[in-house]
């Protein structure tokens, strides 16, 4: 689904332009030199004091705030941050250093993460980490308003005859006033808001260290070769420090026991969102940004739009300011054309031609279905219905939806060469090589895909459904009779494309008028929009959903059928399962009296999340629909966030009636 700037991508743009007719329309778009790192945006309109004090009750405390390392701690709001690292010494030439570490990193040589527990407010974490022959285990907990860290060694080969070293170093992130000052056995830390003492167990700590270590402000070190704790506030022993974590651990535990048949999936989300939370210095926010190594390789932070939609619906189950702050921020991200971007990412650049699937009007919904707090509908509600008429205006084509890309609009990201293109259109579906989209055709007159799409008609109207019922619910009358009416026009439109030899809804080529046989979990989804008959819903389940040699098989459902000839391909959207097909599939069964089907749906879709998540701690972009594994690719992320999807289904089918 993803979006441009790697190779991966470069390459998807590549071939999908080579697709079109013959023609190549991968090009450049002349435009002058950018002068600033940052985009010229215009001012989102101020939040409102209500989210505000999410914003406030959030970015509150310790907790792994910075992008750029999970084994860093950071003190909000001063941005005091206690670093770890971890030195290789050897006694010839093969001296490194581990400054920042990230769950997932596929470089070679890279440190690998095997993240444990994370609640959602960081007073408890635990991770494992191995990098060049040396494992340890990295805690921390809240103590109060302290905080304590124990790096433990476990046992692994020596690859070198000296010990490691271990080291904690202090300074103020993102440009935030203070400076830290290093004592004979502590540093002392001083900002505006608060002055800190970290304390070591490091022993025989003097000055005269290793003066060569790559890192910044004041450190504390030491070989390590047993247990070293850190401790803000007192010095603590070991054992205390240890007392302290075990209490939280088990405080953790206990909550998420309280979740019955469900915990282990409230366990899985809980950790994955802790671990892909962070601050957002630019914006002054805390995300869930889809992972720390898209967010690095983006320059500090990327939010893309379903995928940070669904984060908010799966920070729900348990941290309510998280999910309030996934859903707007996505929103406030919004284009001055008034649509939710495919990107937007750091230094304010966004992708002004092209949204994503339309996913949050059903989203917010949700949350507030939970919640009950009506400023969030208020604050969620004109940006969604500015995107709602966005679509019906920019992207109808013959009565039907369409994917697009405008590539005329600005401020324009004039490093994105898919804007204004074929594959900047097939960007916009999030389904970046999806092989539904290989023969269809761009009209640079209407900036459209002539392509109509079951999967966009259907998204469309189920967010109107939501909208409206949104509206409804704030006393916008005339609006919600506005959006019903968009919705009974696709919906009435969508009919059109229910073929009743295939018994199935099926995407249709407007240049010709006839419809694609090529099926991929999209054509389920008007069982979202409940626009299929009950009958209709039956045929489709029974015919193509259950049958094995389309969709159905011990790892489901695959991104195109099985018989289809790209299946084998199994490249990224090209066969591969994603979390956000099921789970909207499974949104879809569950409008249809089809209660088996829907369990095993759900078990089907926890098993595949389980195999790596207990095995490595994985949370995959995507996986293989023939093994069930994500690390078979370099194009699998390894911790995002929306791979989570797959357990958050079977959170859904034990608490839900």
């Known amino acids: 689904m993803k979006?441009?700037?790697?190779?991966?991508t470069i390459a998807i743009f590549t071939i999908a332009s080579t697709l079109a007719d013959g023609q190549t329309v991968h090009k450049p778009l002349p435009a002058p030199a950018q002068r600033s790192r940052s985009a010229a945006q215009e001012p989102m309109a101020p939040a409102s004091a209500q989210y505000q004090q999410v914003q406030k009750r959030l970015?509150?405390?310790?907790?792994?705030w910075d992008a750029h390392s999970v084994t860093t701690q950071v003190l909000l709001p001063d941005g005091l941050a206690i670093h770890v690292g971890l030195k290789h010494n050897s006694t010839l030439y093969s001296d490194?250093?581990?400054?920042?570490?990230?769950?997932g990193r596929q470089t070679p040589g890279a440190e690998q993460v095997f993240p444990g527990p994370h609640s959602w407010e960081?007073?408890?974490t635990d991770l494992r980490l191995s990098w060049k022959g040396h494992d340890l285990r990295l805690q921390t907990a809240r103590d109060g308003g302290n905080l304590v860290m124990l790096a433990t060694p476990l046992s692994s080969p020596p690859l070198s005859a000296v010990p490691a070293t271990i080291v904690f170093s202090v300074n103020y992130l993102w440009d935030r006033p203070g400076y830290a000052t290093r004592r004979s056995s502590h540093i002392e830390a001083h900002g505006p808001l608060h002055a800190v003492a970290v304390y070591c167990t490091c022993k025989n700590v003097t000055v005269a260290e290793d003066v060569n270590l790559p890192v910044g402000g004041a450190y504390l070190s030491a070989d390590f070769v047993e247990p070293v704790g850190i401790s803000t506030g007192a010095p603590l022993a070991v054992e205390k420090i240890r007392a302290i974590i075990d209490r939280a651990s088990e405080a953790y535990h206990q909550s998420v026991a309280r979740n019955g048949k469900a915990a282990d999936v409230v366990d899985a989300i809980q950790t994955v969102l802790g671990w892909d939370t962070i601050y957002e210095p630019e914006g002054r926010r805390v995300l869930s940004?889809?992972?720390?190594?898209?967010s690095v390789t983006w320059g500090g932070y990327v939010i893309f739009d379903w995928d940070t939609f669904f984060a908010a619906t799966m920070a729900s189950?348990?941290?309510r300011d998280l999910a309030y702050?996934?859903?707007?921020?996505?929103?406030?991200?919004?284009?001055?054309?008034?649509?939710?971007?495919n990107y937007a990412r750091s230094g304010d650049w966004k992708s002004s031609d092209r949204s994503e699937p339309p996913v949050g009007s059903i989203t917010v919904l949700g949350i507030y279905q939970r919640f009950h707090d009506r400023w969030f509908l208020r604050e969620a509600f004109a940006p969604l219905l500015r995107w709602n008429l966005w679509w019906a205006k920019t992207r109808d084509i013959q009565g039907y939806l369409a994917w697009g890309s405008d590539g005329d609009n600005t401020p324009a990201d004039l490093d994105d060469t898919a804007r204004g293109t074929r594959a900047g259109a097939i960007l916009e579906s999030g389904l970046d090589n999806s092989p539904m989209y290989d023969d269809t055709t761009y009209n640079a007159t209407t900036h459209t895909l002539e392509f109509a799409d079951v999967g966009l008609m259907s998204m469309y109207i189920?967010?109107?459904?939501?909208?409206?019922?949104?509206?409804d619910d704030l006393g916008e009358t005339a609006a919600a009779s506005e959006i019903r009416e968009r919705a009974t026009r696709y919906r009435t439109k969508l009919a059109t494309l229910w073929d009743n030899d295939a018994g199935i809804f099926l995407n249709k080529d407007l240049r010709t008028g006839q419809f694609s046989s090529r099926l991929s979990p999209t054509n389920f989804y008007p069982l979202l929009a409940k626009a299929a008959t009950p009958q209709q819903a039956e045929v489709m389940i029974r015919n193509h959903l259950l049958n094995p040699k389309e969709f159905w098989g011990e790892w489901i459902i695959p991104s195109i059928a099985r018989d289809d000839p790209a299946f084998k391909d199994q490249n990224y959207w090209r066969g591969r399962i994603w979390g956000p097909m099921n789970y909207l599939v499974y949104l879809g069964l569950r409008n249809y009296h089809q209660p088996e089907v829907q369990r095993q749906f759900a078990e089907k879709s926890y098993a595949l999340f389980l195999q790596e998540w207990k095995q490595s701690g994985h949370v995959h972009e995507n996986y293989n629909a023939i093994t069930g594994t994500g690390d078979d690719v370099t194009s699998s992320d390894r911790f995002y966030h929306w791979g989570a999807l797959l357990g958050y289904i079977r959170y859904l089918q034990e608490t839900l009636p």
Do not use: H, M
């Open 122 to 124: 960081g007073s408890y």
């Open 3 to 8: 979006k441009p700037g790697g190779a991966w």
């Open 96 to 103: 490194a250093f581990l400054g920042d570490a990230l769950i």
């Open 59 to 64: 970015a509150t405390g310790w907790n792994t």
């Open 317 to 319: 189950i348990g941290d």
């Open 325 to 341: 702050a996934d859903a707007i921020e996505t929103l406030r991200s919004e284009t001055q054309q008034g649509f939710v971007p």
């Open 462 to 471: 189920a967010d109107c459904d939501a909208l409206a019922a949104i509206a």
């Open 289 to 294: 940004p889809v992972s720390r190594v898209w």
